[in-house]
Nanobody, 115 residues
Framework: QVQVVESGGGLVQPGGSLRLSCAAS????????MGWYRQAPGKERELVAG???????NYKDSVKGRFTISRDKAQNTVYLQMNSLKPEDTAVYSC?????????WGQGTQVTVSS
């Protein structure tokens, strides 16, 4: 079992920044992959960014150059730095953890980009 706790969502103006945090109850060394999905109202859930144990990252095309995923192994935490936010980034962002073939989810955090 892995507990996943997110924080850092909120309301920001277009062009602003937010940093999301995702803390896992397992050491990152034992986790295969962590990352973030998002789901906007009326839309399907989509992968935003992921990072593997080896440090490899992948991003949704529309966030490349604006979002950065990173990790702090000592804190078992993954971060998503979101810059140059756009209204279309508005969604509920959920952290996921893949551990021993199972996927665990956080409760989700709302990100709203609006003037």
């Amino acid at each position: 079992q892995v507990q996943v706790v997110e924080s850092g969502g909120g309301l920001v103006q277009p062009g602003g920044s937010l940093r999301l945090s995702c803390a896992a109850s397992r050491t990152i060394f034992s986790i295969n992959t962590m990352g973030w999905y998002r789901q906007a109202p009326g839309k399907e859930r989509e992968l935003v960014a992921g990072i593997t144990t080896g440090g490899s990252t992948n991003y949704k095309d529309s966030v490349k150059g604006r979002f950065t995923i990173s990790r702090d192994k000592a804190q078992n935490t993954v971060y998503l730095q979101m810059n140059s936010l756009k209204p279309e980034d508005t969604a509920v962002y959920s952290c996921y953890v893949v551990f021993r073939g199972s996927t665990y989810w956080g409760q989700g955090t709302q990100v709203t980009v609006s003037s």
